[in-house]
């Protein structure tokens, strides 16, 4: 399975990248107000740290203003994909892009039609967000499984990109359910790394190694 990051912070992008664990990268409006940058100057930094697929989101909600967005993107760098929100106006943004051979992501999905429209339209990625699905109590996982089952029923070639992700637990099943990719906040990816048998086994090495004959 492959691990983006789900940041606009080019400290934490370049930390995790650094530790070459990182597939790509996605970013949304949020992420980006969040770290006070604008984003065409942000997404050249981040395809600069990241060899991989990065995401940037169209702000328009008409397919117009979609894809002139989308094309200024993509003309940033080989590996910009085009986040595109699961709309009808989207959908339409999607078509094109892809006669255009532009890769694109399909945001914000919350059910299995909704997938399955954005991969009838040609998404490149569609982006499941488990952990809201989870916030107002239905099973985020549960839409993967139905994702991964109907995508391989018809022979979809949509990456299915598992979003929204909190913990280590979304990112295990995520993997045991065979999605294509997950993105994951800077946070999770330290929690990926923790074990407290790693860190009492370090100890006990350093310790045992003062004692070791020079
Ligand atoms: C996906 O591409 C989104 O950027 C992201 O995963 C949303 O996560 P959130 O629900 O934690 O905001």
């Known amino acids: 399975m492959q691990i983006f990051i789900d940041s606009a912070d080019v400290r934490e992008i370049r930390e995790a990248a650094s530790m070459g664990v990182i597939d790509g990268c996605t970013t949304n409006p949020s992420l980006v107000a969040k770290v006070g940058r604008k984003l065409e100057e942000l997404i050249p930094e981040i395809c600069s740290i990241v060899d991989g697929p990065v995401s940037a989101e169209v702000l328009s909600t008409d397919v117009d203003g979609m894809v002139a967005e989308g094309r200024i993107l993509a003309k940033i760098h080989k590996n910009v994909v085009v986040k595109i929100p699961l709309i009808g106006e989207g959908l339409k943004a999607v078509r094109i892009f892809t006669a255009e051979g532009i890769k694109t992501n399909v945001t914000l999905c919350f059910s299995p039609m909704q997938a399955l429209l954005a991969a009838k339209a040609g998404a490149t990625y569609i982006s499941p967000f488990v952990g809201r699905l989870d916030d107002i109590q239905y099973d985020g996982m549960e839409l993967i499984e139905q994702l991964v089952t109907i995508y391989e ?62």
């Open 153 to 214: 029923n018809y022979g979809f070639n949509t990456q299915i990109l598992v979003a929204s992700v909190r913990g280590p637990m979304h990112l295990v099943q995520s993997a045991l359910i065979g999605a294509h990719c997950s993105t994951v906040p800077f946070s999770v990816i330290g929690q990926l790394l923790k074990h407290p048998l790693t860190d009492a086994g370090l100890e006990k090495f350093l310790a045992d190694a003062k004692k070791m004959k020079a």
